[in-house]
């Protein structure tokens, strides 16, 4: 690990402006991903920003009957909210498939959201990565490729966004509130807070230099019936290979959502508006432009299938 220095700070806004005044300097709370990228010198920044001491760790309802959930609230306590599992239970039930208890206990909601891919070609230095490297290449192209994307790829860049909490907020419609260094403030959704790989894999969000996560917002209960099911090689402490975020009404219509396909948790609204016709709709319209390797073709398979079961059990 390289050498870096550390500092405490008291405010979001003090933490935003350190960081502006610092290149390359990051901000560390449950540091459940930042500590092993920078101990296998992927992450060198040369200062940290502890945030852990900024009271956002509260989960409080909105004037519009939904939730604000700080950035430092630990997935655990957001998993076991009365709230969350009663009116969000997708949210819940995708942050107890995530993991282990040990982790949950240390991992923050903003940490969550940003932690980075878990692609073996990203953790090995020895290896081209665009997302490490820029401009270096991309080894999973021509190697191991069972775990990468299937859709929403480019020619830099398969690998998928490892979050399962990442899925049910997307499914959720769920709101991302930042800090910038210059006091400004602004709200991004979920859905356009990732971006696509295209030539610059690394730059994986929208947000600005320093600017800082302060909560995510959810919108009122949707209601229906909530379901997260993943898929994956082992029953627990692994990355999903497919996983499937459900919330379907009584009359068929709902959302779908799914992790492990694509760079960011996959949502069409337009599948969406399939549900009441069946899974097939759906599936064709989420992977229509699938462009999966020889090694993880199957994964469109999987989710098929996946997505037909989901959908059978929600409607009883």
């Known amino acids: 690990m390289k050498a870096f220095t ?21 901000f560390i709370a ?21 945030v852990n001491g900024l009271a956002l760790d509260k989960i409080e309802p909105t004037e519009n009957g939904g939730l604000r959930i700080g950035a430092l609230v630990r997935n655990t306590d957001l998993a076991a909210d009365e709230r969350v599992r009663r009116d969000y239970a997708v949210l819940s039930r995708a942050l107890l498939a995530g993991a ?45 490729s069972r775990q990468h994307a299937v859709v929403g790829t480019s020619k830099a860049c398969i690998a998928t966004h490892p979050s399962d909490m990442a899925v049910a907020m997307r499914l959720l419609n769920a ?20 971006r696509a790989p295209g030539n610059t894999p690394h730059l994986e969000t929208v947000l600005k230099a320093g600017e800082l996560i302060v909560a995510v917002t959810l919108p009122a209960p949707l209601g229906g019936t909530h379901i997260y099911r993943k898929v994956r090689d082992r029953s627990s402490y692994a ?16 959302r779908v959502a799914l992790g492990g396909v694509a760079h960011k948790p996959w949502r069409m609204e337009e599948a969406d508006a399939q549900l009441p016709q069946g899974a097939k709709g759906v599936y064709d319209r989420l992977f229509a432009g699938a462009t999966p390797t020889p090694e993880n073709e199957f994964k469109l398979i999987l989710a098929k299938r996946t997505l037909a079961s989901v959908l059978t059990e929600a409607r009883g």
Request: glycine share 10%.
């Open 30 to 50: 449950g540091g459940t991903n930042l500590l092993d990228l920078m101990k296998l010198e992927i992450e060198t920044p040369p200062h940290l920003i502890d």
């Open 100 to 144: 282990s208890g040990q982790l949950r206990n240390q991992a923050t909601t903003a940490g969550n959201l940003l932690q980075r891919t878990r692609c073996p070609y990203f953790y090995d230095t020895n290896q081209p990565c665009n997302k490490r490297l820029p401009g270096s290449g991309c080894a999973a192209l021509e190697g191991f």
């Open 239 to 254: 990355f999903a290979l497919v996983s499937v975020a459900a919330v379907v009404q009584s009359d068929g219509t709902g």
């Open 6 to 26: 550390y500092e405490r700070v008291k405010t979001p806004a003090e933490a935003a402006a350190s960081a502006q005044g610092k290149p390359g300097a990051k």
């Open 175 to 194: 709101a991302i509130e930042t800090v910038s260094p210059d006091g400004s403030e602004r709200k991004i959704p979920v859905a356009e807070f990732y």
